[in-house]
Structure formats: C-alpha cells, structure tokens
C-alpha cells in the first residue's frame, strides 16, 4: 500500500523565480526566505518520496473563466510549465503517475467531489517553483507528481471546511493505493498578502503565525472561518491557505513539526513554510 | 440583478465575485491572452485594435489606456489576469501596490517590512 | 420568488435535428415521436415559464477531456450552438440569465458541489433540439436559459445519488431567488440506447417504464443504482437518465403526471418523454 | 497498473474509464478536432499527416484507416469523439452499430424496431 510520509507546504510567489534565476539566494532579501529550506532538503532525503501530490491554485495559466473548476486533478503523462506573461523562466516539465491520479480520481468522485479530470494540463508557478525550492539542484524534479488544483480565482471559493474534507479524502485514497509507494503531500500558497484593492499590501502575521501552529494541534480550527472572513484576515491572496489546510487534511492521524519557517515579506507575501511528519 | 445573500464588506477590498466577472470578461480574456507572447506583441503594436478585438467596452479600454489599476479592478479586472498586463509594462505586483495605495514602491516596501517586525 | 411551475424531461439524439430541419414530424418513422410534443406545447401555453434551466450532457462540443468537469454550470449572456461534426444545422443562439446563473452557482457551492463555472459556453445538440422540440414555431428560443452540463462522456461519473442531491440543491436555489420569475426545470437525455461495443442497439423498454413511473410515485427509486448497474440496465447511453432524475429532483414535493410518451426507436434511441407539474 | 476496486464486467460494454482515456488521449483528441470543418477537410485531405500531427500511435492510425469501429473503441476511442469522425464518412450511429454487431444496417434497425413492440 501507498504511504504517506508527510507534507510540506510553503509560499509561492512568481518572484521566486526571477530570485532563483538570478542566484540571489545569498542576496540581504532572500536569505532569509531560501534559509528556510536546507533543513527541508535533509527530511526528503530521510523519507525519499517517489510520488509529490501538489495542491495548489492556478493563477490563469491553465484554466480561464469560460471553464474554472472548483477542484481539478491531473491525469496527464507529464505536465508542462509554461509562459505566464511575467517573464520568469520556464521550467522542464513534470513526469505525472497516471495511475495514482486515476485512483485519486475514482475514490473522490465516489465520495461526491465533483472533480474536474485534466489529462492535459499546464502547470504555473505554484506548482513549479515549490518543486525547484524543495529539488534545486537536479535539472528535473526527481519525483512524479499528481495535480490537485483548488480554485481561488473566482468566487464562490470552495469553503474552508470543504477544502479540508477534500484533503481528507484526498489521504484516504492516496492511502488505499495497492502500490508500495512513499507520497508526499505538497501544499502551495499564502500565507497573507493581498495584492488588488486600496488594503495592497495587508499582511497578517498573528494570524499566519496561529494558523501554521493550528495544523498541527488542532488542524480544523480554520475550518470556522468563511472565506470572507479569511479574505479579511489574511488578504484577497492570503485565502490560499486553502491548499495548507486541504494538505494538512491528507495527513493521517496526528503530525510532528519537522521544521517551520516564516518571514515578512517576499514581494507583497507573508512567506511560510513547513514540513509535517506523520505520526506512525 | 437582485441577490439573496448581503454581501460583506471588507474595507479595501472586494472579491472577484459573480457581479465582477460578469463585468470585466472580456477584459479578463484580453489579459489571459498575455500568456502568449505573440499576443503581447500585438498588444502593444497597436493597443486600440487589440482592445476592439476583445471587445472592450469603452471604460475597460480607458483604464487600459491609463494603466489605472484600481480602474482596472472596478472595471472588473481581476488581478492574477491583470497580472499578466502589469508584465508587457514591467511592472511588478510592487508597483501595484504602490499605485493603488498612493505610496511610493520604496514606501510600500517600507511597509511591508514593517508589518514583519 | 420565483417558481418553478414543473419540469420536462426529453430524449436527445441529433437525428432529430435533421428530422426538423427535412420537415419529417409527419413521416411514419418520426409521427410517433414528434407527436408526443403538441400536449407539451399546450402545457408551456398554460404554465408560461420565462426561464428553462436545462439539465443536460455534453457530447464533447464544449468539453474535451483537458478538462472535464462532472457538473457545470453556465454563467454566461449567451450560448452559441455550434458544428459538433455530424452535420446537423446549427440553431441560433440562446439568452442566458446571468443573476439566475451566479445565484444557482453560489448556492450550490454553498452546499459543497464543487461546479464548474463557464461564462463562455457552446451547447450542443443535447440542448439545442429539446428547446426547439418544446417551441418549434419560434425563430429564437422565448425563455431565458440557465446550462447545467453533468458528465457522461469521462468515468467515473457521478452516481445517480449524487445527480440527485444536486437536482435537489438546483431546485431550492431556484426557489430561493427573489425574482418573480416562473422556472421550468428541463432534462434531456436517454432514455435506454447503446451506441458502442457489441451491445449496440441494446434497449430496456421494461426498465425505461418503470424508471418514468417511479419519477411521479417514487422519485429517488433509481438512486439505488451504481453507475455500472444503470449502463448494464439501461446501455452505454442510457445512462443519460441522470439528467431525468435531476430534473425531477429539482422540483419541489409532490408532482403531477400531466404527460407521457414513449417510442422505440428513433435512431438507436427509446425515446421518453414527460411533463411533470408541481402540486401546490 | 494496479487498481484497487474490481471493474464490474457488462458483456458486450466497455465503459470509458481511466485506463480507455489514458490510452486513446490523441486519437479522442484528434477526433474532437472533428467539431471544425476546416479540421476534417485537412484530414481529408491526408489522413496519415493529420493522424501523425495528433500524435496516433500505429494501431491507432491503422484502425482510422480501416474505419474499424470495434477496434477505434479498443483503441481507447470514445464513442462521442468517434461520432464525429463517422460524420466525415457520412455515416450515422445505426451503421456503426450494424457494424460493431455483425449486421446490416436493416437487421439492425429491424431488431430495434422489434425491441419496442
Ligand atoms: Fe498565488
Ligand atoms: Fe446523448
């Protein structure tokens, strides 16, 4: 059977690649955020994980408003990155496991998500720039990867307390796969910040800081939140915690905090990080 | 259009909602177009004729024309679109920030590194 | 507040377009088909509706499997019928009811269906020819049109409990919208026909008349169910029934039996159809 | 491929799943193309370029050639996409069945006919 080693989730933000691609990981700005991630590398290299679910939000590369899911899953061979408009390098794509997405597929729909199945997808920052963060020396993220998109662009969002049944569900059939496979959940967003409207800017740092500690005592505890709520605690873009708790919510049982990591700010965002190790 | 549920206010604010995207469609399209390079080569040979050929209303090609971000939004603009236009002009989601809330980019990055403290 | 005054639910199969557009409602293969429609017309005379949510499958016009969403639901000014490749004439365009749309997709998504919102959408023959069948005198189509497109192209669909649950929710979002509006709920699918594989031509008339019974007398009668035991019920096509029992679903209470008709075969089609209005 | 629930076997019936949609992606997607008449001229025009442009395998390409339905559907065809590439040979779903079951095209439609009495 599958295992679920544990999760990882952390910030994206398309700046991280111009920072990646400049080398500017030693630079005053961003030693503070690439510091964060040394101790992450030495965990992936304990637990060796052969498969990254990645929940994450797309920002308008793959999916427009003429067809926007709430969830999608990939079930493509490879995913490719591609152009977004602003500039920062394209990554090489990302082998997928068509296999563990079908299985993903079937479990959820007969648990009532009402997916959207993408056997062709492209792949924006979200999803590439954690998986270089998390691999930065190999030329090609070394694991397959399995999809998983939570809409954010376009409201009605999915509720807190859905995304976090979705998570749930999401564990549930990545854990009843037969193949003897390590799976790590990857979770991309937030934490606050806000990028549109006169509150630019807005961080939240009790609050994120609250947040990061609930997933691992008391994961639900922001499952009482709307998302108006959230969108007035954390920012327009800061909702994107949505993908932290869904991750959260795949992990099994109780979690150990591997390693955690927070800092204000990276372009307009809130950066946090964190790696949890499931408890066995 | 009448709606059952009240919508909350946040100040600074408002989400992209049903009202919003019905608005600012074709403005949204025209954006997600950007992801195309060639697309944004024809942008920005001739501005006026990509914008008719999204069919912008008169109010989206006006704050197009001006680069008026908080125009833009309330023409119904919705920011990861958005986004990609801020990217043909060079300008990062700093200077987004910086034009909607009146500040200088350094005050707006003085800002936020205050907020981390 | 609005109404829905009743629902109809219809076969769909493109050979009725080139019916229509070679005038053959008289010709003996098709009489027994286009005249179970003039009762329909007389109903829609007396109940008036202003507005047709149309429940419906798509026959990959709009969907490709890049993205395929299980439920979806259109929020656009219009919908363009268009060339699905088979040659049948395509039909002009159809009003759409944005408020009516924003607010079904709100609550739904309120209620954890996770839809997929389209503000661009082209409808196939699946929707094009019941409207034209239920106002075959009028250029344009008289009502305004709300899309929700379930999926049975792609396994897994959703169950027929699921297709159910969202009937149910559409019905009370309808209801719950504070226009003065009068809404007819409209499926169109099945009923029994297999188009692929060696049982092709497969019908159930047994199993078609006793599902239409049970919509009147017995509405969640099919819910019991699987996927698997409804297309070895009914064929690989047959499955389109989930449209009728959504349809169903969305009205609310009790519903009277104002009128029938079935017919095998048109095309490889057993064709139902049925009008139920709401007992208030 | 392992897969944990048993598929539930329906004689005569392959339903559309993960594995049939893995494995016909292009030749579904080619089809899907079907939907524009400018699409199926340039197929008409030559078939084998236009099947190599959609990335066909060869069993694939050769069971377009031979319009050999049973074997498009165990190709990973779907029937919705396929629809359409009947269309371009003009023949409508009762031929395709008298071809998957054996019969003409009369037995057919007199057996479907019989199944209503
Ligand atoms: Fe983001
Ligand atoms: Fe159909």
Redesign the interface.
Known sequence: MAKIVGGITTSHV??IGRAIAGNLQQDPYWKPFFDGFPPVHDWLAKVKPDIAVVVYND???N??????????VG?A?EYQN??????IPTLPPYAGN??L???V??EL??K??????????LVDHAFSLPLKLLWPNEERCPVQTVPVCINT???????AK?CF?LGKALGEAIA????DLRVVVIGTGGLSH??????????N?DFDLAFMESLINDPEWATKY?I??L??LT???GVELLMWLATRAALPGKVRKVHANY???I??T?AGLMVMECAD | MSSVRQK?E?????????DL?QKG?AL??M??S????DN?AEFQRDEHAYCRKYGLNEEQESVIRNRDV?GL?AAGG???????F???LGL???D??AA??GMTKDE??A???A??K
């Not at chain 1, 009843?176 to 193949?179: A, F, G, N, Q």
């Not at chain 2, 946040?10 to 049903?18: E, N, S």
């Open positions: 398309p700046a920002h308008g590369l999916f427009f408003l003429d067809k926007m899911p709430t969830f999608a079930a061979p591609a152009d977004e408009g602003w500039g068509q296999a997405s079908w299985h597929i079937n729909v007969e009532e998500f009402d997916l959207t199945t993408c056997q062709e997808m662009v376009q409201y009605p969002l999915p509720s859905r049944k009843s796969w037969d193949e806000q990028l549109d409207g006169k509150r630019a800017g807005f961080v740092k709307s108006e709520e969108v007035e920012g327009t873009q800092h204000i700010p372009s307009n809130a | 909350r946040i100040p600074g604010t408002a989400v992209f909602d049903g995207a469609y949204n399209k954006c997600f950007f992801n195309s390079a944004r908080l939004l919705n920011v990861y679109y958005l986004a990609k801020a990217g043909i990062d989601v700093q987004l920030g909607q809330t707006f990055k800002m936020l590194v907020a981390g």
